[in-house]
């Protein structure tokens, strides 16, 4: 009874669509969990993460759980996440990629994952970085180690949603660097972010990373750009 009057007055929201939530659905309203654009990834025709990189970096496999439609559902979820404290999201998208991905034998053998990470500055302006807790989960389903000590991010930018596509290039390249390489060397590590745009800060990440001896990166993110 004590839970029916709290939820009558103080009711919460889904973090897609802001529509109120039923007393039995968490973060996500039951249409948004049917209805948002998975990225498929375990389609071979449908892998968009590893077409946006053939011919810039070598990659093991790709994966995006999402598609990000510009004023869509992702979207909103997205920026709940990254601009309004909703680390919860990052959780429940990790567990839900997670799932997915142990059922993959490509991933099966994935040693550690790593988080792309934020430059000190950004991590005190935001309080978090929001890719651990997905990071955290996925680790935690492939059973393997999260690492977020050895790759650094050595410079500070701007938003890159600030920017204009064409402009996301621009001091991205060498503005990560990385410490403690030994702990990745001969290991297969997934890298994980939030949103693939143009791939400039994977590609960053992975240009640093694949100096590493005997180093194998697989990639998968929470959604990808249509």
């Not at 990189?53 to 070598?58: A, C, L």
């Not at 034998?105 to 890719?131: A, C, F, S």
Request: glycine share 6%; proline share 3%.
């Amino acid at each position: 009874m004590l839970r029916d009057l709290v939820y009558l007055f103080y009711p919460t929201y889904c973090v897609a669509c802001d529509n109120p939530l039923y007393k039995n659905e968490r973060l996500l309203c039951t249409s948004c969990r049917h209805e948002l654009p998975l990225g498929d990834f375990h389609n071979v025709n449908a892998k968009k993460i590893e077409k946006v990189f053939y011919g810039r970096i070598k990659i093991e496999n790709g994966a995006s759980l999402l598609l990000f439609q510009k004023n869509g559902r992702v979207q909103n979820l997205i920026h709940n996440l990254k601009y309004r404290g909703h680390e919860e999201i990052g959780e429940e998208l990790g567990k839900w990629l997670g799932e997915k991905l142990i059922q993959n034998t490509e991933y099966q053998d994935i040693d550690i994952v790593v988080p792309v990470p934020l430059h000190k500055k950004r991590l005190l302006e935001r309080g978090y970085n929001q890719v651990e807790k997905f990071g955290v989960e996925i680790a935690r389903k492939l059973n393997a180690m999260y690492v977020d000590s050895v790759l650094k991010k050595i410079s500070y930018s701007q938003k890159q949603s600030k920017r204009g596509k064409g402009t996301r290039w621009d001091n991205t390249f060498e503005t990560f660097g990385i410490q403690n390489e030994s702990v990745f060397k001969n290991k297969h590590i997934l890298l994980v972010d939030d949103i693939v745009t143009t791939g400039a800060t994977i590609e960053a990440c992975v240009h640093v990373l694949e100096s590493i001896p005997g180093i194998k990166i697989s990639i998968a993110t929470m959604a990808i750009t249509e």
